[in-house]
Nanobody, 127 residues
Framework: QVQLVETGGGLVQPGGALALSCAATGYFHTISYMAWYRQAPGSAREMVAR??????????QYSDSVKGRFTVTRDIFKSTLSLQMSNLKPEDTATYFCTGGFYYEQIGGKDRYVEVWGQGTLVTDVS
């Protein structure tokens, strides 16, 4: 089983900064992608930042609402994904979820793929 654990949420002033971290644990041999989503009260879950991994390296994608303010980084040795958030705005208040796609080997040698979500961590603007 693959598990994702998010840390780093909390209260933040407008214009402030906060860092989130997501750690992947369990049995897997390859990470296809890891991403951050968020869900504000009464709203649908939306993609914030995504790091896709290939032989060419890691490519980052951002939603227009956070581009230039948020930075996603992946530590390939620790299987972690971080989100550095700066110049935070009231509309950034949400529960932030980490997700990812993982390959693992079943008994018998066949590869399987699973997508996993973390429990979420709350980021709250205190304005």
């Amino acid at each position: 089983q693959v598990q994702l654990v998010e840390t780093g949420g909390g209260l933040v002033q407008p214009g402030g900064a906060l860092a989130l971290s997501c750690a992947a644990t369990g049995y897997f041999h390859t990470i296809s992608y890891m991403a951050w989503y968020r869900q504000a009260p009464g709203s649908a879950r939306e993609m914030v930042a995504r790091a896709t991994h290939s032989a060419a390296g890691t490519q980052a994608q951002y939603s227009d609402s956070v581009k230039g303010r948020f930075t996603v980084t992946r530590d390939i040795f620790k299987s972690t994904l971080s989100l550095q958030m700066s110049n935070l705005k009231p509309e950034d208040t949400a529960t932030y979820f980490c997700t990812g796609g993982f390959y693992y080997e079943q008994i018998g040698g066949k590869d399987r793929y699973v997508e996993v979500w973390g429990q979420g961590t709350l980021v709250t603007d205190v304005s």
